[in-house]
């Protein structure tokens, strides 16, 4: 015999219980599992036009149902209040309609005719505090169960469909943000023209960089871009993608400089709801967005400790796990890092482990300086002066004397600072001509240049390194009243040496 009380279940309803919850944990799309489920409630139960409305602006839409035609399920649409429906997920309360017939409150929108239909019942479906949707469904003749039975048994089917569809959800949006972010990369990338013709360079070393990048593009094996700002590290990585066979897949940046050391694990490799106390939602990381394609890390000298340990290990298992998360995700990534630190250097003192560089540095590629670029400067110049005058449909022609001017400048902010000097030229110059003069305004910096290459002049004028040392030596011997231990120490050497200069420049 079944005993039946309040709170408990009969068996045929736990059995109910039972199978719906094996189907919603089953791997079938969403739709398919509440739709056998509902078929479970009818089989079992007897419970008729069972159906599942979802929340979406104030609208209560039919998601799932059974015994439904398509068209019923387009007109079995409420809004927040209206009928059993509405009322049920505005008051957030299981709403019966003891006799179909006679209550106001049951539309039948759907028409849907069922001569044997008695009651009808509409039981929210909650997540935390918020109505996703309704739980209906009808009762007649031979429904097994009274309202009370149906009202319990639908609550807990309710709140388990509640966070199945929440889920559902979640998961829908962040695909959708996912396919938006992906478009909005290919965007930003196909909006740029990229070839080697847009990498200007005809000197030595920007041959072999371009030679490398020829050699290496198509292969998956890992690059390190390094240079001093502005020296094109991303525009290198930017090109080896497009000549890649992930040409089509996203590029995706991060500049582990911009990131606290706290956040870029999250950015790197995405989180779990929860992970932290700003984790609201569950949100992906730049390797899973970089899925099939190239993820540039710029500046990866800036990493954490530990995000270096979590880096080395997707270079070497091609895997990792979400913050927050024990899931094991496998990605397909080429990865491309640049850096204007001295690696090796940080390696040495212990900043940077050993095996992550050696991972990263499988292909170095180095770029030298814009001062050390010869003739390129010529040819960079008229490059971003034909660009900008372009941009800003304007003339401006520059002197020789100004063009060497810019030849000799040493260029501490690379090509960065060359294309907005350029810039600066073409917005403030004339079509007469700029001079050497129009240029201090135009390059400030050249300014501090000429003061301190005056300063030096004077200071040291055409002497030899020799007589430079000898003089310091006598002066400092003047200034410690000729104690040479104390003069040897104030120009850091020992007495030793200072006592082996003295004897080679005569001093006494
Ligand atoms: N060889 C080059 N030819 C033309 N433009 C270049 C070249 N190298 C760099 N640039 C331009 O200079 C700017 C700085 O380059 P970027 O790649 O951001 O440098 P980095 O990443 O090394 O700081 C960008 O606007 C880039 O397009
Ligand atoms: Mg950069």
């Not at 290198?236 to 694990?265: G, W």
């Not at 496998?330 to 482990?353: C, H, P, S, W, Y």
């Amino acid at each position: 015999m079944e005993e039946k009380c309040e709170v408990c279940l009969t068996n045929k309803e736990l059995s109910v219980l039972h199978e719906i919850a094996m189907l919603i944990s089953k791997t079938y799309d969403i739709e398919t599992s509440l739709a056998k489920s509902l078929q479970i409630l009818k089989n079992n139960l007897y419970l008729e036009n069972c159906a599942i409305h979802l929340l979406e602006d104030d609208r209560l839409n039919m998601f799932a149902s059974q015994d439904f035609t398509k068209q019923q399920q387009i007109l079995s649409s409420f809004r927040l209040g209206e009928g059993a429906t509405g009322l049920a997920a505005q008051s957030k309360e299981p709403v019966v309609v003891e006799n179909v017939h006679n209550d106001i409150l049951f539309l039948n929108k759907s028409g849907i005719r069922n001569n044997q239909t008695i009651s009808y019942v509409a039981v929210p479906m909650q997540v935390d505090k918020d109505v996703v949707g309704v739980l209906s469904a009808t009762l007649t003749k031979t429904t097994e169960i009274d309202f009370d039975e149906t009202i319990r048994i639908l609550s807990i089917i309710s709140s388990i469909f509640g966070q199945a569809i929440h889920s559902y959800q979640l998961n829908k949006k962040e695909k959708e943000r996912l396919n938006d972010l992906q478009q909005y990369y290919k965007m930003e990338w196909d909006s740029k023209v990229h070839n080697f013709g847009d990498i200007i360079g005809q000197c030595e070393k920007m041959e072999s960089v371009f030679k490398v990048i020829e050699q290496i593009a198509d292969s998956n094996v890992t690059v390190l871009v390094r240079g001093e700002t502005g020296t094109g590290k991303e525009l290198v990585a930017s090109a080896i993608h497009k000549r890649s066979r992930r040409k089509e897949e996203p590029f995706v940046k991060l500049n582990c400089a911009a990131i606290t050391d706290t956040l870029i694990e999250s950015e790197l490799f995405g989180h779990e709801k929860g992970a932290f106390t700003d984790a609201k939602e569950m949100r992906k990381g730049r390797f899973e967005l970089a899925d099939g394609g190239t993820l540039f890390l710029d500046e990866i000298g800036d990493i954490s400790a530990s995000a270096q340990v979590k880096l080395l290990r997707v270079l070497q298992e091609r895997e990792f796990e979400r913050v927050g998360g024990g899931k094991t995700i496998k990605v397909n990534v080429r990865l491309i890092a640049a850096t204007n630190r001295n690696l090796e250097q940080m390696v040495k003192d212990g900043e940077f482990r050993e095996d992550l560089y050696y991972r990263l540095n499988v292909i170095p590629i180095d770029l030298p300086p814009l001062r050390e670029r010869g003739d390129d400067i010529r040819l960079l110049v008229n490059f971003f002066l034909e660009r900008s005058m372009k941009n800003h449909k304007k003339r401006v022609t520059l002197t020789e004397d100004a063009m060497e001017q810019l030849c000799s400048y040493p260029w501490p902010g690379n090509i960065r600072e060359l294309e907005n000097t350029i810039e600066r030229i073409v917005l403030i110059g004339s079509e007469e001509g700029v001079s050497a003069k129009d240029m201090l305004l135009m390059l400030p910096a050249l300014n501090d240049q000429k003061l301190s290459q005056n300063y030096q002049s004077r200071q040291i004028g055409d002497k030899t390194l020799e007589q430079i040392e000898k003089e310091a030596i006598e002066a400092t011997l003047q200034n410690c009243d000729n104690s040479v231990a104390e003069a040897a120490q104030k120009l850091g050497l020992s007495q030793r040496q200072i006592r082996y200069k003295m004897q080679k420049y005569e001093i006494k």
